[in-house]
Every structure is written in C-alpha cells, then in structure tokens.
C-alpha cells in the first residue's frame, strides 16, 4: 500500500478545496490537513460546490483519496467551557455541514482546556458539547487530538481520551488523532512506540485511531509546551519518527506533518521526500530554503 502522507495546507476563500489539492500535490502529498477558515475566528466562507466538484477530479487524477483528507477544528471551540457551550455547540454544527457538503469524513478537535474547573468537569462538559452537537444523520468523525499539557489542556493522555469517549452516546462518530509531538510533551517515550500502542489498543482500542499528526518537538520528553519542530531535527528524532510514520498496525491511517515554516518556507516538500527514502537529510534546512 502506497505511503498515506501530507500535511497541513491552506484552504483560501477564493480557490477552496481545489488549493488545497493544488498545495498538496506540490508537496507530492498523498493526504492533507485544513482549517475551513482561520482558526481564531469565526468567519467562514460559503463551499462552492463547483470548486468542490473540480477539487475532487483533480483528486482523483493524482490518486488522492478523499478519505485521506482532513479538516482541523478552529481552536476557538472549547468544549470543556461550559460559558461557551451554546456557542461551541453551533460553531460545531456549522463546521460539521462544511466539512460534510465538502466530502471530508475526519475532523480533528482538540478537547478542550478546563480553564480551572477542573479535569472532571472539564470532561464531562466535552461530553455533554459532543452529545449534544453529534447527530446520528451525520457523516463525519470527530477526531480528539492528543495533546501535550500545556496549561489546563485535557487530553493529556489515553486516560483522559478514553474517558471522553466513554461518555459519547454515538461511539461512530469519534475517533483519535495522536500528535507526535504532543504524546513526547505529555510524558510518552515515542521510541518505544510498541508500548505505546500496546496502552492505546487496551485503554481505547485502535479502531478509533483515524489521525497521526507526525511533528518533531524542540522540547524533551514530558514539557507541556506543545511547540514543534521539523522532522529529525527535535528530540524525538528522525528514527523514531520513520518507525511510527512506516508501522505495520497503522497502514491505512493519513499521517498529517504540522512542521513549523523555516523563514516564511514550506517545509513539507523536502520532508515528505525525506519520508519517502527513509534517510535523513542532512542538508534538509538549506534545502527548504532553496
Ligand atoms: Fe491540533
Ligand atoms: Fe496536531
Ligand atoms: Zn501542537
């Protein structure tokens, strides 16, 4: 089976979808990430279905398939702040008929941070957002993010995850993305990745990993800061990376880069070629920069 690769991409008012194909297929992507607008506010443009249309036959040509494709949740949802509940609620519905009008299944959100309520009531007003949002008639699976710590962030850790999910009336429609650099942030060995799944597949249980977002960090294991770094050039390192992005049990799942921009550059091209022949490159920064 072919390498399932991208990363994130833009998603602009005028060019939509069919951009994003554009970017990913310059990357040599064969997956790719969005936000449907900026992900600190809430305007949104209306999909045009024609660029919708022409997006997924350029798709198609270049054997993308849409299954691989995913859209990123603004981060101005907080589902643990009961305060924003009925925004939250909203927003999320109406990113859900987005994401839906445009064929994409997988929405990665991050659960949310407690902002001093509390892990438990932080968890369980996740719960009740997603309860009430979800609809039985919707086609898409909300993906929750693992995420490093950073303040009151929920998600810390597979405990938490399976707790949220615990909670979910419809259990098909969520999932789980795990971040690269979050798992190392949050205290997970990622050189010992077995282990990690291992505790994945009996907590969870690995039908609900629909995501891997594959960072380096430029922190080591077990900071809480949540700041990532090009592929090999972080203290996960370019081995560990190479194990997880080719393990045998997650073949069919996209893995989605989120590597930082080096002066204004796109990494993604030269690091997804760098993937592909499994080698470090050694000249990988002056590359990017060529
Ligand atoms: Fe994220
Ligand atoms: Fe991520
Ligand atoms: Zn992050």
Redesign the pocket.
């Known amino acids: 089976m072919e390498l399932i690769i991208g990363s994130h991409v833009s998603f602009t008012k005028d060019t939509q979808l069919l951009g994003s194909v554009v970017e990913a297929l310059g990357y040599k992507s064969t997956a790719f990430m969005f936000y449907t607008g900026a992900p600190q506010n809430t305007l949104r443009v209306k999909i045009d279905s024609e660029k919708t249309n022409e997006a997924l036959k350029l798709m198609k040509e270049n054997y993308i398939d849409i299954k691989n494709v995913v859209v990123?949740a603004p981060y101005i949802i907080n589902l643990a702040n009961i305060n924003n509940f009925d925004f939250n609620v909203r927003f999320l519905r109406e990113e859900i008929s987005r994401v839906e009008s445009l064929g994409v299944k997988n929405i990665?959100l991050?659960p949310g941070s407690h902002v001093g309520a509390g892990v438990e009531n932080g968890i369980k007003n996740i719960i009740d957002a997603l309860n009430t949002t979800l609809k039985r008639e919707n086609n898409i699976v909300i993906c929750l993010?693992t995420m490093a710590g950073k303040g009151t962030e929920l998600g810390r850790n597979f405990d938490e995850i399976k707790s949220i999910i615990d909670g979910i009336e419809l259990k098909d429609k969520v999932g789980v993305c795990m971040?690269t650099c979050h798992l190392n942030d949050a205290g997970y060995d990622l050189s010992d990745f077995d282990s990690i799944l291992d505790e994945f597949d009996k907590k969870i249980g690995l039908k609900y990993l629909k995501v891997i977002?594959i960072n380096d960090s430029k922190n080591i294991i077990g900071t809480h800061k949540d700041r990532h770094e090009n592929i090999g050039i972080g203290s996960i390192g370019f081995q560990a990376l190479i194990n997880i992005i080719y393990h045998d049990k997650l073949k069919g799942i996209p893995k989605i880069l989120?590597t930082p921009y080096v002066e204004k550059h796109a990494p993604y091209k030269q690091e997804i070629e760098m993937i592909r022949n499994k080698t470090f490159n050694n000249h990988l920064i002056e590359d990017i920069l060529k």
């Open positions: 990123h990665v991050h993010e971040d977002h989120e």
